[in-house]
């Protein structure tokens, strides 16, 4: 594609989801993210990330400007009601999931190995055990729940900082 057509596209891809969020229009929302989601599957589907490196980086190149238009979307009907329009754009986002998984593949290899946890001293597992017990208590209200979650998760953390510490 030449730069003007990159161009385009990607403003199209921007503001197909953005305008009818604007207008805070459900469905108008949905229509245009399908027409912006069936440009992103050609896309995906004419640059097939699986096969090569430099396929993959402009597959995801398509779909994350595509979710980046999704998200900003959900943006500006935040105060209104962004739980319909966010999960319109969760699941449309699904190929760009898809492409950066390909993207990153070679690193998410070295990424899972027991090395990882040694980084920093331990003090990464210890992030990464804090990080995994916010993301649960995220979906938890009651604040005694929380607490119990928290204060193990800190623990948890502590623990492993102490284990995979050198």
């Given at each position: 594609m030449k730069d003007w057509q990159v161009?385009?596209?990607?403003l199209l891809l921007i503001l197909l989801p953005v305008i009818p969020s604007l207008a805070d229009s459900f469905f108008a929302f949905i229509g245009t993210t399908v027409?912006?989601?069936?440009?992103v599957l050609y896309l995906f589907w004419t640059y097939k990330p699986?096969?090569?490196?430099?396929?993959?980086?402009?597959?995801?190149?398509f779909t994350g400007i595509f979710s980046f238009g999704l998200a900003l979307g959900v943006f500006f009907v935040l105060p209104l009601h962004p739980r319909p329009f966010g999960?319109?754009?969760l699941i449309e986002s699904i190929p760009?999931?898809?492409s950066f998984f390909f993207?990153?593949?070679?690193?998410?290899?070295?990424?899972?190995?027991k090395e990882i946890l040694y980084l920093a001293d331990g003090y990464f597992a210890f992030v990464l055990t804090i990080l995994i017990g916010a993301?649960?208590?995220k979906f938890l209200h009651n604040f005694y729940e929380l607490i119990i979650l928290y204060t193990g998760?800190?623990?948890m953390g502590f623990i492993l900082m102490m284990y995979f510490r050198k």
């Open positions: 161009a385009g596209v990607s027409v912006g989601l069936m440009i699986w096969t090569s490196k430099d396929n993959s980086i402009v597959s995801l190149y999960i319109v754009s760009f999931f898809i993207a990153t593949k070679d690193i998410w290899r070295s990424l899972f190995k993301i649960i208590g998760f800190l623990t």
